[in-house]
């Protein structure tokens, strides 16, 4: 049996007839930037957090980025100010710290949930520090009431990196509602996926919203005016329409999520694997499924041979990065093993639970 890791062709199947006559509807419009689309999906994406504002962007890496350079244009962070992120995250989080002149401050996670805990950070405070940047990393939310305590101890600022967690629930709140404000990637492989690149800044905040709304459109609020120097960075309306249509599928594909998740941690027996943790107030969205085993490229080797495909989350940590050589001297123990041992099993909406079953058979017969 073959088993993909993410049929993309096969989730977006399930929608194809509504997405070409909308796609009809958008082209007949004669509107290709802005307008209804937008608007609406913004509206519905907004709702679906549980929070006031939703603005789309180009795509998550632009979200995170001008939610940093909003704060700055505010006054609220300056060149040289510490963001504390972890030390596991994809590059992304890092690259919008670096790119608004802020400093990095990378710190280890729970190698249990891969999450960062309330230790890490105060153990990282200065006086420097002046915002956190957490990673709701691989769907599960971090530790935000604890976070958000340690904020306003400390009068820091807090931008959810929810490029992995749409949806995503921690004592019944939504990812994108803890925070100062969320990004939020809509990648094509994302649970909540376009069909190209997109993102979004979800926001309670109202001045945050008004700024980068302006921002992402040339640093405009109206028609030839600019109030900042701005960036080009908007999300068009044939991917929000897209959008729309997806995001109605949202909250039974988690479920489906959900229900593969738990027959990986109820079946997988294998004493050389370790399944993920989903804390108990947690209501976790499996955008990935990690596991860890110290011999993870041998059970990668093991599973290819038999047509299942895994992927490594990553292979390389952004502090060993070429791209960070000025971070490449530091040691980070627990997120390096963990790049070690980790490995995502297929996970996804359109996976069946035959293949899921055969998943979990070929990983329980795996010996060393
Ligand atoms: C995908 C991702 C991003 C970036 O999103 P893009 O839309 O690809 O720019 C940022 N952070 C994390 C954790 C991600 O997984």
Known sequence: MNVDFLNLQKINARDADEMLSVCKEVIDSGCYIGGEQV????????D????KYCITTANGLDALNLVLRAWKLQGRLRNGDEVIVPANTYIASVLAVTENNLVPKLI???????NITAEGIKSAITDNTKAILPVHLYGQIAPMPEIMRIADEHGLLVLEDSAQAHGAQLMGKRAGNWGHAAGFSFYPG???????????????????????KALCNYGSHKKYENLYQGVNSRLDPMQAAMLSIKLRRLDSDTEYRRRI???????????LVITPLETETSAHVWHLFVIKTIYRDQLQAWLASNGIKTLIHYPVPPHKQQAYAELNHLHYPVTERLHKEVLSLPISPVLTDEEVMYVIQKINEFKV
């Open 261 to 271: 998740a738990d027959m990986y941690i109820k079946y997988i027996n294998n004493p």
């Open 108 to 114: 280890e996670p729970d190698g249990n949930t891969f």
């Open 39 to 46: 608007d609406e999906f913004e509206r519905k994406f907004a």
């Open 190 to 212: 994302k649970n909540l996926g376009a069909l190209g690149d997109a993102g979004a800044v979800v926001t309670n905040n109202k001045e945050l919203a008004t700024a980068i």
């Open 48 to 51: 679906f957090c549980g929070a």
